[in-house]
């Protein structure tokens, strides 16, 4: 990394200015602030001070209305439609002259200009000087989280309406985009996710909801350097912001994190020192997953990608006094060097190409003291990424991939001829010598996207550090489930530009779709709350009608009439650390499980995936049976296997020979017997794959993904996996949708009835002794260091229960449906683990 140019910029925050005439003048960001008084005040739009109660959507809309009404410095607009038909409002705040619709034009062209690699240096300085830096502040993409909205607003009206030196230089250097709340519908809500059940600070790679999708339009028009992303957090003291917690993701600029680290983390350092307000850094909040607020904005926009989270338990005045400072705090960073951020920021879109060019990857490093980087990025050279476009079968997968990475401004050519490529390596698999046909998709790395091209296209994530926040896959060709590969030759094939592909739509629904049924099991959890959001999205997206039937309606009759029934994730039977709980197979009683069972007898469909399967086991509907992946020594905070397609099952009808299951180190299922039409090739054979982190995943080897079996006249597909996981799985999707429109499989051969009514005993006994870990902390060490890592637990006074196999101690921490930043312990762990010399394999929070 190149620390010493961030070391420069970082002590240029003191002196440095864009107004080459105030350059002598010193000005504390933090002085006394003098009003013009134009602009309405937030009391008079809302009869209350910004700070002393949370506003709602309505009162934040109006008073950026008002401001963008009182002000010249301020237009505004909208960037989407929430899921429930909210406005997601933004302010552009800036010198009058920059935000009229010329002024905006101007700075979206100059900006262009810095972001394209053959912009000489000194045109950039030119730029540098005369244009400005483009600021984001985000906030309250989880509802719950309200407190950055309002600190977001009173930035807005402090800009609109300030003229001393502290906001005129913010002026002068910057225009700022500010979108007080990307979840209007949470934040309504009192929710985390949005109204279909998302996490939307995992959306923004996939882009599935349209809030995240019109965000990243807007970010586009508007490419910023910096992007906050305000949050609120469940831990009992303080406020985070970075320096993060690694790991980091390895093509995330180095002049990002220096940026982040170096410029922006020491200014807030100061200005809380100064205030004696703690803080932390480092712990916790990661910079790896590709579908956050920060990764996004750094790896796909160059920019300073920040994460912000004040802690919930403070009062509401304190809350938005700290989000207030951090937010002032990086803006006036960034003025202070917004000439060096400018050049720095074109210098690093000229690096990605070269980069790209030479078909180098970024290394792996590790940023927080202490930490050694546990695995390299492989020494390989990556010149472009093919994508195969010869399967008419996935017309639409292709199309739609191409498209997403069109819409974050990457170049995609397709070869002008049949083209032999030596050194063509396919997604898990050695390389070797091909013809491509035209009309292959190719995807060079020789561009100033680079880093977002490997980001989505890469074979592996090559995580450095085995702490997890979040999962550790999501290669865009493995997630469609298309053909793809990469190769390092220096031979340029001959190419044509491809221009913006159109969406591909969705495929039409057969003429007599069947009537569907849906089984929400635990909506109180997240589990629940996100794999029943996720079909409900999915299935409108399909337009394909459902009904919702509790585990009452299913005793009284309800699946009456119903064709299918869909069960997704949720919690089926009884977890230890959930005493007292609700669970599928309770809620159900004796009456809802004969109703289940009758019901499938009689001819119904049951589809179940992960506990949904577990159910159809429990309520003896299926052969399948599971084992709690920690007892057979596998961890994964979530991974893509690659699995083998049994291409005469109409489950399989579409897909070709493989697809690769999003798989997060739950169970391992197999079949008894019954068709496993998706099974995982036994570990060894050269079709087993596996891309993202999972430690002792062999163990997976050789077992079912997907066992389909006739009951009686029915069916029950059980599922041991997520086929829709943040509904970005869209090879597994098809998978599920056959299962749901499909037809029935021809069964021949098949097992007597005796058999596989003993099977499915079995099965029940198996499903009802699950000790399953429902919503834990996971945190693998090995055997030697169990002993340290329980007192490390027992002394944070943190409920766990241990597992132990193949040499590893998986100690599972009661986390009762939270996500890792609602864990007010979460912080602390990590660095107590390594304090104590604890050999941790992996930590995922949930
Ligand atoms: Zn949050």
């Not at 929710?191 to 279909?196: C, S």
């Not at 922006?264 to 590709?290: E, T």
Request: proline share 6%; with cysteine.
């Amino acid at each position: 990394m190149r620390h010493l140019i961030a070391l420069a910029l970082a002590a240029g925050v003191l002196t440095a200015t864009a107004a080459p005439a105030a350059a002598q003048e010193p000005c504390d960001p933090f002085g006394p602030a003098q009003f013009a008084g134009g602009v309405p005040t937030p009391k008079q739009v809302l009869g209350f001070d910004l700070g002393t109660k949370d506003v709602t959507t309505a009162q934040s809309d109006a008073l950026l209305l008002s401001v963008d009404r009182g002000s010249d410095r301020v237009t505004s607009g909208i960037a989407a439609q929430s899921v429930q038909d909210r406005p997601l409002r933004y302010a552009i705040v800036g010198r009058p002259d920059r935000v009229n619709a010329a002024g905006l034009q101007a700075v979206r062209a100059a900006t262009a200009e810095l972001m394209d690699p053959d912009t000489t240096a000194e045109r950039t300085e030119d730029i540098a000087a005369a244009h400005p830096a483009i600021l984001w502040i985000a906030g309250n993409v989880h509802g719950g989280e309200e407190s950055g909205t309002d600190a977001a607003l009173r930035v807005l009206w402090e800009l609109a309406d300030r003229v001393d030196c502290a906001a005129q230089r913010i002026l002068d250097a910057a225009v700022v985009v500010i979108l007080p709340t990307q979840n209007p519908d949470g934040r309504e809500a009192d929710t985390r996710r949005n109204a279909y059940g998302f996490d939307m600070n995992r959306d923004w790679f996939a882009r599935t909801q349209p809030e995240t999708d019109g965000k990243l339009e807007l970010l586009r028009d508007y490419p910023p350097v910096l992007f906050i992303d305000a949050h609120e957090m469940g831990n009992t003291a303080g406020y985070f912001f970075p320096p993060n917690a690694d790991p980091i993701y390895h093509e995330i600029s180095d002049r990002a994190v220096d940026w982040i680290n170096e410029l922006y983390g020491p200014a807030m350092q100061d200005v809380f020192d100064a205030r004696r307000i703690p803080y932390f850094n480092y712990a916790s909040y990661d910079l790896f997953y590709m579908g956050y607020g920060d990764t996004v904005p750094a790896t796909g926009f160059g920019a300073a990608g920040m994460t912000f989270e004040k802690t919930q338990s403070d009062p509401t005045h304190k809350r938005v006094l700290e989000q207030y400072l951090t937010q002032w705090t990086s803006l006036s960073a960034a003025a202070a060097s917004k000439e060096p951020i400018l050049t720095g920021w074109h210098d690093s879109w000229v690096a990605a190409r070269q980069q790209g060019r030479d078909g180098q990857l970024e290394r792996n490093e590790v940023v927080q003291p202490g930490n050694t980087v546990q695995r390299e990025v492989p020494d390989i050279t990556v010149r472009r990424y093919f994508i195969r476009a010869d399967d008419a079968a996935k017309e639409a997968e292709v199309q739609a991939l191409v498209r997403r990475l069109q819409r974050m401004d990457v170049e995609v050519e397709e070869l002008e001829a049949d083209t032999e490529v030596r050194d063509y390596t396919p997604y898990g698999r050695a390389a070797r010598a091909v013809t491509l046909p035209k009309g292959t998709y190719v995807v060079s790395m020789g561009q100033r996207q680079k880093h977002w091209v490997q980001a989505m296209l890469h074979e592996d994530t090559y995580t450095p550090f085995p702490y997890f926040y979040d999962v550790t896959a999501w290669s865009l060709p493995l997630l469609f489930d298309v053909e793809g590969g990469y190769s390092g030759s220096a031979v340029e094939p001959a190419t044509d530009p491809v221009g913006q592909l159109s969406d591909p739509g969705v495929a039409p629904l057969p003429a007599d779709p069947p009537s569907v049924a849906l089984y929400s099991m635990s909506p109180q959890f997240s589990r629940g709350i996100e794999s029943s959001g996720w079909l409900r999205w999915l299935l409108d997206h399909w337009g394909l009608g459902f009904r919702d039937v509790t585990a009452a309606e299913i005793a009284a009759g309800g699946l009456e009439g119903a064709d299918v029934l869909l069960v997704p994730d949720g919690y089926a039977t009884r977890d230890p650390s959930f005493k007292g709980d609700p669970y599928g197979l309770k809620d159900l009683g004796p009456d809802g499980r004969r109703a289940i069972r009758d019901w499938v007898q009689g001819g119904g469909r049951y589809v179940g995936w992960l506990d949904g399967a577990v159910l159809a086991a429990a309520v003896g509907i299926s052969s399948a049976t599971f084992e709690d992946a920690e007892r057979l020594g596998i961890s994964s905070p979530g991974s893509l296997v690659r699995t083998a397609v049994d291409g005469g099952s109409p489950l399989g009808a579409g897909t070709g020979p493989f697809a690769y299951s999003f798989w997060d180190s739950r169970y391992v299922m197999r079949a008894n017997g019954a068709a496993a039409p998706l099974r995982f090739p036994a570990a060894g054979d050269e079709d087993f794959f596996v891309s993202g982190y999972a430690d002792g995943i062999a163990a997976l080897g050789g077992s079912a993904a997907v066992v389909d079996e006739r009951v009686g006249s029915g069916r029950t597909v059980a599922f041991g996996f997520e086929p829709n996981f943040r509904a970005f799985t869209d090879g597994t999707q098809r998978v599920l949708r056959n299962a749901i429109l499909g037809p029935d499989p021809v069964t021949a051969g098949a097992a007597s009835a005796r058999v596989r009514s003993a099977a499915r005993v079995r099965a029940r006994r198996s499903a009802l002794a699950l000790r399953s870990a429902h919503s834990v902390a996971r945190l693998v060490v090995a055997a030697r260091g169990e002993r340290a890592a329980r007192r490390v637990l027992r002394r944070a006074g943190l409920r766990h229960r241990v597992v132990r196999a193949r040499g590893r101690s998986t100690l599972l921490i009661a986390a009762r449906g939270r996500s890792g930043d609602e864990l007010p312990w979460a912080r602390g762990l990590a660095v107590a683990l390594r304090r104590a010399h604890v050999p941790v394999v992996m930590l995922r929070v949930p």
